[in-house]
């Protein structure tokens, strides 16, 4: 079983910057895509980055330009390095993997809280 280990959020002023990471217990070779999405309450839970093992990047429309995703296949870590943080990214981040044979990962989350 995968398990994906999360860190790095916390609470931050408006303007500032966070960056999160994410740990796989398996190699990233073992993955064809991976991400970070967040849920805010009472929201739906959104795509903020992704990236494929064929170098496609995608942002969500609100982030692009702020956040940037990157990872380190070295470490089996993804990174979202997060700058020019508002009050409406407070959110809980999750971090995703899809497997190469189609299985789903989630982290367990970290809370990113932007005070104005």
């Known amino acids: 079983q995968v398990q994906l280990v999360e860190s790095g959020g916390g609470l931050v002023q408006a303007g500032g910057s966070l960056r999160l990471s994410c740990t796989a217990s398996?190699?990233?070779?073992?993955?064809?895509?991976m991400g970070w999405y967040r849920q805010a309450p009472g929201k739906q839970r959104e795509l903020v980055a992704s990236l494929t093992t064929g170098g496609t990047i995608n942002y969500g429309d609100s982030v692009k330009g702020r956040f940037t995703v990157s990872r380190d296949n070295s470490k089996n870590t993804l990174y979202l390095q997060m700058n020019s943080l508002k009050p409406e990214d407070t959110a809980v981040y999750y971090c995703?993997?899809?497997?190469?044979?189609?299985?789903?990962?989630w982290g367990q989350g970290t809370q990113v809280t932007v005070s104005s």
């Open positions: 995703n993997h899809k497997a190469v044979f189609g299985s789903d990962y």
């Open positions: 398996a190699r990233s070779y073992m993955f064809s895509a």
